[in-house]
Structure formats: C-alpha cells, structure tokens
C-alpha cells in the first residue's frame, strides 16, 4: 500500500506487524523494561523497515499509556504492575438469585485489556469454573458494564456473541428487548459456602495473558471497618493524583489504572472494596461526570474542562512529515486517514490530490506553501499508487460507508477550523464543544483507517460502521445546530451594543453545572451580581425552593457579599456552590460583554432537567433515571413517586426559565 523510495515524502513508520510485536511484547514481559528491550523484540519478530523505530516505540508507548512510566525510556508493563495484585468483587443480589456472577467490569484494571469479558476464565479451588447463559433486556446487564464507560455498555453486550451483535445491529437507534450472555455458574459456589449479601472474593490473577482469575470466599463481617476505611482513603487519593497528573485520560479503564499506579502501597492491598462499592456507595469525592459525549469519573462537584481546539493526541505517536505537517495546523489524522481519502477520490472517480487536499484541509487553515506542497505529494505519491490495483467493482461495499465517513471527517476538520479561527468569544459554545467534536472526529478517523486497505471486513463489521456512523452523523449535527444557536446569540447581543448609545453595563456569561449530572445552564448576569443573589438565580434555574443552606467556596469560603467583578479581580474563574451535603454546583465565570443599560438576568443555553433538590445526592439520582428508564414496573413506580409526577428526564424549557429569571431584580453598589 506505501511507495518505497519518494524521496522526502514517505517516510516509513512501524509496520502493523511491528505494532502487533510491541503489543504482544507488553502482554508478556512481567515487570519493568527499557526501551532498547522493547526495540530488540520488535526486530527480532519483524527486522525489516527499522528507519525511526526507537522514537516511533517510545511514542507510541507514551502517548497512547500503554505502560506505567518509571523514568526516561524505561517503563512498568500493566502485566508486570497488575498480575501479582488481588482485589475484590462483591456479587449483587440479582446475580445470588440467579446462582451467577458477570464478570462484566468486575477485573478492570487488572485483566489483560486485549480481553472482552467474556473471554475470562475463573477457577474456584484449582478448577476451572464453568460458564452458563442468562437471557434478560440488555438494560438489566448495563450496570455490570458502566465501569468501562456508561456510554460503551450496549457494546460490551453485543459483543457477548454474534448474535448479540446482529440484534443491536438491526435497529442501531433502539436497544434489543432481550439478549443472551455468558455468565459464570455459581450456583454450587454459592450454595456450599452459604454465600449471603455482603460476602465477597478476594481474586488474585493467575495467568494475566490468558484472562485467568482465582476466586476465594471472604465473609462480609471479616474485614474490620478500620481496615476498609484504610483503603477507602488510599482509594480517593489515588483517584485524585491519577486526575491530577493524568486528566481525564483516554478513557475510565485508564483512569483507574493510574490511581492505582499513583495511589499509594495501602491501596494495592486487601482488605479493600470492590471498585463497584467504592465508586457508587463509598466515595464523596469522585464521581461520574460528563465528558463530551462520553463519560469519565472526575472530582466530585467538578467540571472537566474543555478543549480549546481538536484532540491532536490520537496520532501523536507518528512521526512520519505527512503527519507532522497536518498536525501543526491541527489537523489531527494518521497516514491511513489520508490513504482513505484517497481510495475515496477513486471511488467517486475525481482522483486529484487538489480535490482530496481540499478535502482533508479546509480552505480556513492558512497551511503554508512548503507544507502545503509537502502534502500534495505524499497525496499524489499515494493516489499514483493505488490507481496501479484500485477498481470500483472491488469497493462497491467499502465505499459508500468510506464516502459517508469521509464527508463527516471534513464536515468537522471545517467546524472546527471556523470556531478557532472565528470572530466571536469561544466561550459562548456550548459546554465540552471542542471534546464532543474531538470525539467525533477521532471515531470518524477510526472508521476511514478500518476502511483504508483493500481487504473488505465482514459483513457484521461493515453493518456495525455504517451503523455507528449513523451515530457519529446524528451527534454532529445535534452539536452543531447548537454552535449555530450559540453564535446567533452571541452576534445578537454583539449588535445590540454596537448599536446602543445609552448607559453600557459591563455583564459576565457564567457556567453552571450541576456535579454528577448532565444539567447545565449559561447565564449573564451583571458583574456587580453577589454570590448572594447568584444563590437565588442558581435556585431559580434549577428549579429548586431554597430548603437548604448554602455556600461559596474557591480556596475559602466566600462572602456573600462579594460580586462577580470582585471575584475578577481575585483571579477567581472558577468556584463551588454547595447546596446542602449532597448537591454541588460548579460555577465557571467565562467571557465578559459591554451591553447597552442594565438588562435582567438570561439564560442562553442549556440541557437536562435538575434533580429535584430533595433527592439525597447524584448516585442516589442517576439509579432512580436508570429505574425510570429501564425498570420493570415495580421500580418505575417507585422512581415515579420519589422523583414526582411531574418531574421529566433530560427536560429543559429555555423560555419559561428566562420567564422565572424576569422576577429577579439585581441591586447595585449602595442600593445594596
């Protein structure tokens, strides 16, 4: 697929064979390691085309947190740091009476990531036990996957078995009413050892590769409470060091990885709780929270910031020009993206590296001469390459789904570039634009590499790309009638003082974001607003009566008194609303605006209905959705009556928010 030989054009980076050799490399070395170990393996599996190999390795390593870092080219294998760990799983009550256990997310992150769950293997006593299968709506197995990510758990059902797989892949839009998957009997298990709720195993990893697990009864009442609160602070500590240092991360199985490779020595020992106990019952200082459109845990009552551009770091690992050139304009694709394009063009019969430059470079990226010539010819380097082997006929299967992925990949590399290089104060977009785009573009990115070589998948994989697709196309253009709707408001507002000659009043456009949930609001307020009247906007746009006490925290507890302008002038941006002990509101001060006299408070954007103020925290919150939206009939109506009759999830009425907003009147300097 690559020309050998184009002088300055096509550098050569790992070959897939090389990168299948670093992998197994990692699944086998069982402890630390250097980077010139790693280099020998991979040469020795596959000698050829070494050119950047040592760089390329360490990249990719890096970049993509395949291996705990110890110094400089030296690093820990997840097998090395994992396998000789045990930790905890705590069966639920469904799955006593149901004589099972799921393994689900139960080993992150100490089984070997190449591994679906359902390929585990546990023994109980030097004996492999034995696997059954259990039949119910997919919603009901859902929880036993969110640790992975709530937004990944239909896949991990539908990957259970094919046909799993052709039920989700009928209807991409709409769940399955049941599924089939494999879970571990138990019945003997539970029943010689008198298993009771709140009994649990200790699992200690047998064979990391292979996905091999020991288990070994432990009695809810033998563990001291001491000893769980031990590691329940060794827990919230690592979490916090892996956000710390990490971020948000790839995704929540690397997030966990990390707080235990950050936390300390406690919290690699039993007695622990498993991490289901910890993250939805014990733990008041992490929590799930929205990333774009996915999730993450992050600190609770806490905001993951956004992005001010597209995630570049999906690529980071190549090093080839091509490469390196798109991503300094911030263009962030691989090799195979642009090679995709390319099969593209001949499938649409227009092959001209012009045409797919200006595909893959929107005509706003101001891309220099040199840079732009340097990508021209890897372009006409590949396209002369592949009309050698190209005809349609082969592709009629692979390129409509290639075109779709295509159109939507410059659709967003082209939304992207107009909001970085635009006119207007990014922080009118709406909340984690720059994540949700990223997030797009790199799935988008993913499918055109699945469809960049000559090989035709299967017919389920091409089924579950077309499909996925499907997903990716209605997300963008949800998102981007929202950007719209955003910059309408903002040149509104722009205009309104251009052309005002009265009083100007200085306003702040605040974020308000309620932890734990998907509810969010932006506000404009006038600076001389205090954090006392912000209270009773917070109240109102939420829904809420005023029945709890409150305060303001940045680093300190905050006056009451103190205006927004005040809190400028503090370099304070960012504060804590805490309503109660349960509900936390993250308040970010974002841009500031000149607006003709003194206008009322107004809520330009916003998502998802509040929780009802009364509900005890967003654990407690997000069962009772989960109940409302996938509960049989008793568990419905028990949400019903707790949330009340009149309560709608995900429900959010701009208009009569900013008619509730109209009855507040704001007092300034001394009329305070």
């Known amino acids: 697929m690559r020309k050998k030989g184009h002088k300055g054009i096509i550098h050569l980076p790992m070959t897939q064979g090389q990168e299948e050799a670093l992998y197994d490399f990692l699944d086998s070395v069982t402890g630390s390691f250097k980077l010139d170990e790693v280099v020998s393996f991979i040469q020795m599996i596959e000698p050829k085309r070494k050119n950047l190999l040592a760089q390329e390795v360490e990249n990719y390593i890096n970049s993509r947190n395949m291996a705990f870092l110890v110094r400089e080219k030296y690093w820990m294998s997840r097998r090395g740091f994992f396998a000789p760990l ?64 709530e937004e990944y758990a239909p896949q991990y059902v539908a990957k259970d078995n094919s046909e799993n797989e052709e039920a989700f892949n009928g209807d991409p839009f709409d769940d399955p009413p049941e599924v089939s998957i494999r879970t571990i009997d138990m019945r003997n298990i539970y029943r010689e050892t008198s298993f009771v709720p709140g009994d649990r195993f200790v699992v200690r990893t047998l064979d990391w590769k292979q996905g091999s697990f020991e288990l070994e009864k432990v009695s809810k009442d033998e563990w001291s409470a001491a000893d769980l609160e031990a590691w329940l602070l060794a ?89 390196l050139v798109l991503q300094k304009n911030k263009i962030p694709v691989s090799r195979y993206v642009i090679q995709s394009y390319v099969l593209d063009s001949l499938f649409r019969e227009n092959g001209n590296e012009e045409l797919i430059l200006e595909r893959l470079v929107p005509a706003r990226v101001e891309m220099d001469g040199k840079d732009k010539v340097s990508v021209i010819e890897y372009i006409k380097a590949v396209l002369d390459e592949y009309r050698a082997f190209y005809t349609p006929f082969t592709d009629k299967v692979m390129g409509p789904i290639r075109a779709r992925a295509g159109e939507l990949h410059t659709a967003v590399i082209e939304l992207a570039s107009k909001l970085n290089k635009g006119d207007f104060d990014i922080s009118w ?94 506000i404009i307020v006038p600076e001389y607003c205090s954090l006392g009247e912000l209270h009773k906007i917070i109240q109102t746009v939420f829904g809420w009566n005023g029945t709890e006490a409150y305060k303001f925290n940045a680093e300190s507890q905050l006056d009451p008194k103190t205006t927004i302008k005040e809190l400028e002038e503090a370099n304070t941006v960012e504060l804590l609303y805490e309503y109660g002990t349960k509900w936390n509101v993250r308040v970010i001060v974002l841009s500031r605006q000149d607006t003709p006299g003194p206008k009322p408070v107004r809520c330009v954007a916003g998502a998802g209905a509040a929780p009802p103020e009364f509900i005890p925290g967003p654990v407690k919150y997000r069962r009772l959705l989960y109940a409302l939206e996938s509960g049989n009939d008793v568990e419905r109506q028990g949400a019903r009556q707790e949330v009340g009759p009149d309560f709608v999830p995900g429900e959010f009425d701009l208009e009569a928010c900013n008619k509730l907003l109209g009855s507040i009147i704001l007092l300034k300097g001394q009329n305070r």
């Open 429 to 522: 977009l709406p909340r984690h634009t720059f994540i949700i785009l990223s997030q797009i573009q790199m799935h988008t990115a993913g499918v055109m590499e699945d469809l960049a070589s000559s090989d035709t998948p299967s017919e389920a994989e091409l089924e579950a790309l077309d499909n996925s697709l499907d997903s990716m196309i209605e997300t963008y253009e949800e998102v981007k009638e929202l950007i719209d709707e955003a910059l309408e408001s903002f040149r509104r507002n722009r205009i309104a003082v251009i052309h005002s000659g009265s009083e100007v009043v200085t306003e702040r456009l605040l974020q308000l974001s309620i932890g734990g949930t998907d509810a969010w609001r932006r």
């Open 235 to 323: 827990a919230e500590e690592g979490f916090e060091s892996s956000f710390g240092k990490l971020g948000p991360g790839s995704c929540t199985e690397e997030q966990i990885a990390y707080a235990y490779w950050y936390g300390s020595p406690r919290m690699r020992e039993v007695p622990a709780y498993s991490l289901e106990d910890y993250i939805y019952e014990k733990t008041n200082r992490i929590e799930t929270s929205a990333y774009g459109i996915e999730t993450r845990f992050w600190y609770a009552g806490r905001e993951i910031p956004d992005r001010k551009d597209l995630d570049l770091s999906a690529v980071s690992s190549e090093i080839t020009p091509v490469v």
């Open 86 to 149: 045990s930790f905890v799983i705590s069966p639920s009550r469904l799955e006593l009476v149901n004589g099972i256990l799921i393994p689900g997310h139960r080993c992150v992150p100490f089984a070997n990531t190449g591994l679906l769950p359902h390929e585990y293997i546990f023994t109980w006593q030097g004996s492999a036990i034995p696997y059954t299968t259990t039949e119910g709506p997919p919603e009901e197995f859902y929880p036993y996957y969110s640790i992975l990510g």
